[in-house]
Nanobody, 122 residues
Framework: QVQLVESGGGPVQAGGSLRLSCVAS????????MGWFRRAPGKERKFVAA????????NYADSVKGRFTVSRDNAKNTLYLQMNSLKPEDTAVYYC???????????????WGQGTQVTVSS
């Protein structure tokens, strides 16, 4: 089992920045690929970004490329999502996720956090 707790969400104006954090506990953090998903109001949950066990590989949704950066600190059991140039359409609940398989990380995960709300106003 892996427990995931997100933080760092909140309100921000368009063009601003936020950094989300996700602290993991339980099984060995460095054994998992990690990622972020989001669910906008009235929409399905969608993939945002992922990072491999070592941090050597990353993957992003087209909608956030060049604006968001995913990173991890295995010594601190923490995953990050730096979000810059935020847009109103980035408004969503952001979920941290952990997966045994890197190849399926963009579609699903084995463990999920509770989510943190990000609200971008124009």
């Amino acid at each position: 089992q892996v427990q995931l707790v997100e933080s760092g969400g909140g309100p921000v104006q368009a063009g601003g920045s936020l950094r989300l954090s996700c602290v993991a506990s339980g099984r060995t953090f460095s054994s998992y690929a990690m990622g972020w998903f989001r669910r906008a109001p009235g929409k399905e949950r969608k993939f945002v970004a992922a990072i491999s066990w070592s941090g050597g590989s990353t993957n992003y949704a087209d909608s956030v490329k060049g604006r968001f950066t995913v990173s991890r600190d295995n010594a601190k059991n923490t995953l990050y999502l730096q979000m810059n140039s935020l847009k109103p359409e980035d408004t969503a609940v952001y979920y941290c996720a952990a997966a045994v398989s890197w190849t399926t990380m963009a579609r699903t995960a084995d463990y999920w956090g509770q989510g943190t709300q990000v609200t971008v106003s124009s």
